[in-house]
């Protein structure tokens, strides 16, 4: 059965900090995390390989780092310098994703 169990979001002030945990249940050579605010699309927030290459999009890059331990499966977001617009519902998947298997995610809210 595939599964992703997100945890670790909360309100935290502009600058501050979170660590996003992923618990998920599939063996997988690509894994991501994903953002979406209502009314927009989910987007890719980071992505990393089965060996550890990494990749970010263009506005988290030196602000976040995903990192993977393959045999506890589970897939982690550090989440430094966060900014307002960084406010969203995080899920991590298969990069690119199984539609049918998103998780319940994990808010984050970053507001003074």
């Known amino acids: 059965q595939v599964q992703f169990v997100e945890s670790g979001g909360g309100l935290v002030q502009p600058g501050g900090s979170l660590r996003l945990s992923c618990a998920h249940s599939v063996n997988a050579l690509n894994m991501g995390w994903y953002r979406q605010v209502p009314g927009s699309q989910r987007e890719l927030v980071a992505g990393i390989t089965y060996s550890g290459s990494t990749k970010y999009t263009d506005s988290v890059k030196g602000r976040f780092t995903i990192s993977r331990d393959t045999v506890k499966k589970t897939v982690n977001l550090q989440m430094n310098s966060l900014k307002p617009e960084d406010t969203a519902a995080y899920y991590c998947?298969?990069?690119?994703?199984?539609?049918?298997?998103w998780g319940q995610g994990t808010q984050v809210t970053v507001s003074s």
């Open positions: 998947n298969l990069d690119p994703p199984l539609n049918n298997f």
